[in-house]
């Protein structure tokens, strides 16, 4: 028996994959052997069968596909934020919420962790 390799990518073992049911192998086969080659916690057979099913689908690359997620601030948003307290220094986070329909937490963010201001208006 070969050795076990400890460490892979995801990538690596849906190439794998790709190949043993290209050659025709059974989902149970296929997760048998890459499981004797990179060990007993590489992937489950469900996922096994999963990207069997893809690749039937004609799905042709093995990368991650690109989700929605949690929306990410806008990047311009930053910079007009950062110009609005440039012209005014005694502006209240809750008056750039309102501004820019945003939530505290998000202004907070922007105003204290990315532009790196302690104080915006102090009363």
Same mark, same amino acid.
């Given at each position: 028996?070969?050795?076990?390799?400890?460490?892979?990518? !995801?990538?690596?073992?849906?190439?794998?994959? &790709?190949?043993?049911?290209?050659? %025709?192998?059974?989902?149970?086969?296929?997760?048998?052997?890459? !499981?004797?080659?990179?060990?007993?916690?590489?992937?489950?057979? !469900?996922?096994?069968?999963?990207?069997?099913?893809?690749?039937? %689908?004609?799905? @042709?690359?093995?990368? *991650?596909? !690109?989700?929605?997620?949690?929306?990410?601030?806008?990047?311009?948003?930053?910079?007009?934020?950062?110009?609005?307290? +440039?012209?005014?220094?005694?502006?209240?986070?809750?008056?750039?919420?309102?501004?820019?329909? @945003?939530? +505290?937490?998000?202004?907070? *963010?922007?105003? +204290?962790?990315? @532009?790196?201001?302690?104080?915006?208006?102090? &009363?």
């Amino acid at each position: 028996m070969g050795t076990v390799l400890c460490v892979w990518t !995801q990538k690596e073992v849906r190439s794998v994959i &790709r190949f043993l049911w290209a050659k %025709g192998r059974a989902p149970i086969e296929i997760h048998r052997e890459i !499981q004797a080659v990179y060990g007993s916690n590489v992937m489950t057979v !469900q996922h096994v069968r999963k990207w069997c099913r893809e690749f039937s %689908g004609c799905r @042709l690359n093995v990368t *991650d596909e !690109q989700r929605s997620g949690r929306p990410s601030t806008s990047a311009d948003l930053v910079p007009a934020i950062e110009e609005t307290v +440039h012209a005014n220094c005694r502006v209240l986070l809750k008056e750039l919420e309102e501004q820019f329909n @945003l939530s +505290h937490g998000t202004i907070w *963010d922007i105003v +204290h962790e990315r @532009l790196g201001y302690r104080k915006v208006c102090s &009363r």
